[in-house]
């Protein structure tokens, strides 16, 4: 299992990379080093203090408030303290490997990102064909867009069961309520936005007469992309949402099923570590989908 | 029996119908253009200049009657009737230089090659005085600026007719005499056939060589056409005071305010 998830590795971050990376990079430059250099520093440093310590401060705050909630005789979840005697392994060393089963959080988490990878990855493309479809085509959305409207709402844990009878393995049946999740708003907002493509553009089109495929790549992708995009946006972190809940119920590598795991064997603290991880990789993958959609957008949002 | 003119009308009329209402918007549209002249459509709002103007560029098919470019009948639109666009109509998406570049990419894909089709571009681009700005985008320059690119966009595409549509509709009145400059040097250079649909009794009357005045809808038709006689390069300030100006300023302000003015209940 640890084979594929290391080709993760080298797939999965590489947009990160090129996408700004934020805030913690700046405090680095804190230490002055002369009188006048401070001054110059002085602005700069009052700026991102402003920006950094509010978060922190409020972080220590509710660290606190935990801490004491729950730090008496009778209480049922375990504090930050208790949290960090329990997981600090968890915390510090994401990426160990101590057995099949005994490996770091980074890991778990990698297998789940390839999961989602598959499955946004499928949803994203068959959102946006069947979306331009649905756009271009009045027959194409009378006949499919009340169908989408009711399929669109079905929980996604409820296509679980199906899936598993289709696909006879977890995996594949994982991929599949990430790629039915994810679907929905990316195809929808393909179709809106393909039909809010201004009709000058197609004047535009016509006069120049752009084919069906020159038409597709040079204006209705580049003029529907802001919808695309905030499409992909909430398909992302749907597809987030419901990997953790397919693999508590399928098993396997992952961090759903991890959650699932420590609950069984009570550990509670892993399971607060746990969901950290799940919330900053949201976070992450939100922000890689944003900065990906204001390099591809830049000039169309701006009109 | 005289040559067919370069452009030529024949009977042209539109209606549109949408369930049971249906809309005469033109009658009996008849008129011949000839290589080289600069014409003006003018009439109220709604009188279906603009809707003759599309028929001209084959965006919107004639309900009956036709028109023959060169012979050859129109029926579709193509790059050899380029449209410069009330609003611009550039791709915001690209700069300056590739909005118009991508149509020079279309029209000369076969024809010329990369370092032509460039050279070719930064041409256009000089001629509207826009060079500079070549690496800008649309929402970063002003509406002038984007109606010049607009321009050269439309004359990149060599057209055998050049169409405006009310190009200088949403500039200020400043930066309209300096496209109008513009324009008449444009086609004191490259000689291109013009037509240009307006509001602006001076701006016809200063640009064309015939002005086609339309009646009021519904089934609007052209009321009359008036010869604009005044010898080339025209200076705006020269004319002020010329007759044979004055008197064509006259006549098209009569025949839309007397003759046909525009009933708003109607």
């Known amino acids: ?271 607060i570590v746990a969901l950290v991880y799940i919330g900053f990789i949201g976070f992450v993958l939100d922000r890689l989908i944003a900065g990906l959609a204001t390099i591809v957008t830049r000039g169309t949002a701006a009109n | 029996m005289k040559q067919a003119p370069y452009l030529q009308i024949d009977g042209v009329e539109k209606t549109f119908t949408r369930g049971d209402t249906s809309n005469h918007v033109l009658a009996d549209i008849h008129v011949g253009i000839d290589k080289g002249e600069f014409v003006s459509i003018i009439g109220h709002s709604g009188c279906g200049k603009s809707t003759l103007l599309n028929i001209i560029a084959g965006l919107t098919p004639a309900t009956s009657g036709g028109v023959l470019l060169d012979n050859k009948e129109v029926n579709e639109p193509g790059p050899d009737r380029a449209v410069v666009f009330q609003n611009h109509s550039l791709l915001p998406w690209l700069t300056v230089y590739e909005n118009v570049r991508m149509a020079v990419d279309k029209v000369f894909r076969a024809t010329k090659s990369r370092a032509e089709r460039h050279d070719w571009t930064m041409h256009k681009l000089d001629l509207v005085h826009m060079a500079h700005a070549r690496d800008r985008r649309p929402a970063e320059i002003s509406g002038g600026m984007k109606q010049r690119v607009g321009i050269a966009r439309a004359l990149a595409m060599e057209p055998k007719i050049l169409l405006l549509d009310e190009p200088f509709g949403a500039l200020d009145a400043l930066t309209r005499a300096h496209l109008q400059d513009s324009v008449m040097q444009i086609h004191a250079t490259l000689k291109n056939t013009m037509i240009m649909i307006t509001h602006d009794v001076d701006e016809a009357v200063l640009l064309s060589d015939r002005i086609i005045m339309m009646t009021n809808g519904p089934a609007a038709t052209i009321g009359e056409i008036l010869e604009v006689s005044l010898p080339r390069p025209r200076k705006r300030l020269e004319l002020v005071t010329n007759t044979t100006y004055i008197k064509a300023r006259e006549a098209v302000l009569k025949f839309l305010y007397e003759r046909h003015a525009f009933v708003e209940a109607a």
């Open chain 1, 1 to 271: 299992m640890s084979r594929p998830a290391l080709r993760a590795v080298e797939t999965m971050p590489q947009p990160s990379a090129a996408a700004p990376a934020p805030s913690a990079e700046v405090v680095t430059l804190t230490p002055p080093r002369s009188a006048p250099r401070l001054a110059l520093l002085k602005p700069k440093l009052i700026s991102t203090a402003s920006v950094v310590l509010p978060p922190l401060l409020t972080l220590a705050l509710i660290l606190l408030v935990w801490e004491i909630l729950c730090s008496g005789a009778g209480a049922t979840l375990p504090s930050p303290s208790q949290v960090w005697r329990d997981s600090s392994d968890l915390i510090l060393d994401p990426f160990f490997v101590a057995g099949s089963q005994d490996i770091g959080l980074g890991w778990r988490v990698l297998t789940s990102l390839q999961r989602v990878a598959i499955g946004f990855g499928l949803a994203a493309l068959v959102g946006i064909a069947v979306g331009t479809l649905v756009g271009q085509s009045t027959w194409a959305m009378r006949g499919l867009d009340p169908i989408f409207q009711v399929l669109r709402t079905v929980p996604p844990l409820a296509w679980l069961p199906i899936s598993l009878a289709a696909f006879r393995d977890a995996n594949p049946s994982a991929i599949f309520v990430i790629f039915i999740t994810a679907i929905w708003p990316i195809l929808i907002n393909t179709s809106v936005g393909i039909r809010n493509i201004p009709q000058d553009y197609r004047n535009v089109a016509a006069v120049l007469r752009l084919n069906q495929i020159e038409f597709f790549w040079k204006i209705m992708l580049p003029s529907a992309a802001p919808y695309i995009f905030t499409g992909l946006r909430i398909g992302v972190g749907l597809a987030w949402l419901a990997i953790v809940a397919a693999e508590m119920l399928t098993g396997g590598v992952g961090i759903g099923f991890f959650i699932w795991d420590a609950w069984n064997s009570s550990k509670l603290s892993d399971i």
